[in-house]
T-cell receptor, first 108, second 115 residues
Framework: RKEVEQDPGPFNVPEGATVAFNCTYSNSASQSFFWYRQDCRKEPKLLMSVYSSGNEDGRFTAQLNRASQYISLLIRDSKLSDSATYLCVVNMGNDMRFGAGTRLTVKP | EAGVVQSPRYKIIEKKQPVAFWCNPISGHNTLYWYRQNLGQGPELLIRYENEEAVDDSQLPKDRFSAERLKGVDSTLKIQPAELGDSAVYLC?????????????FGPGTRLTVL
């Protein structure tokens, strides 16, 4: 089993749609969780951290379920500019483990 | 403020040749990471430095890969000799030391093609 697994996608959605990504992790001792965004041929950039209580940043909502060992990312009112690959990241000790990413394409 | 700097941005070499990548982290960031990212995959950690000390190199293929961060600032990753399977993007990242909650900032990467 991979340490971090994501829906591979691709997700193709129209503008304005709501889309959700899930990610599961294998190490129950994982300490911190993140979603990174990576545009084509660019480096990953932090989108948001994921807190135990869940957190929201504008149109983006992240949730953590420690009991089931998964995190999720919800994007509301999708914009064309949201098209990218979303990487789930789990910190195991001081080492980040990245999922393979979920590709999202938002279409007009 | 300058971000993480990497060079070269692109490198094409023939198999069995050596190659080196350079990274200068964000000023003040004590932790430096080297990752390899294959097409369609997430970044895979190769080595992590805390200052000049390599604290995790368990994923570094030591038969052909080496890295150094002599003064605890910039770092070099070397492959000798390169193989076809080494073609990938090599990403350098840095973060503030101390906790596992610190954001990692990535450089633009070096895209390596081995022919």
């Amino acid at each position: 089993r991979k340490e971090v697994e994501q829906d591979p996608g691709p997700f193709n959605v129209p503008e304005g749609a709501t889309v959700a990504f899930n990610c599961t992790y294998s190490n129950s001792a994982s300490q911190s969780f993140f979603w990174y965004r990576q545009d084509c041929r660019k480096e990953p950039k932090l989108l948001m951290s994921v807190y135990s209580s869940g957190n929201e940043d504008g149109r983006f909502t992240a949730q953590l379920n420690r009991a089931s060992q998964y995190i999720s990312l919800l994007i509301r009112d999708s914009k064309l500019s949201d098209s990218a690959t979303y990487l789930c990241v789990v910190n195991m000790g001081n080492d980040m483990r990245f999922g393979a990413g979920t590709r999202l394409t938002v279409k007009p | 403020e300058a971000g993480v700097v990497q060079s070269p941005r692109y490198k094409i070499i023939e198999k069995k040749q050596p190659v080196a990548f350079w990274c200068n982290p964000i000023s003040g960031h004590n932790t430096l990471y080297w990752y390899r990212q294959n097409l369609g995959q997430g970044p895979e950690l190769l080595i992590r430095y805390e200052n000049e000390e390599a604290v995790d190199d368990s994923q570094l293929p030591k038969d052909r890969f080496s890295a150094e961060r002599l003064k605890g600032v910039d770092s070099t990753l070397k492959i000798q000799p390169a193989e076809l399977g080494d073609s990938a993007v090599y990403l350098c990242a840095s973060s503030l030391a101390g906790t596992s909650y610190n954001e990692q900032f990535f450089g633009p990467g070096t895209r390596l093609t081995v022919l």
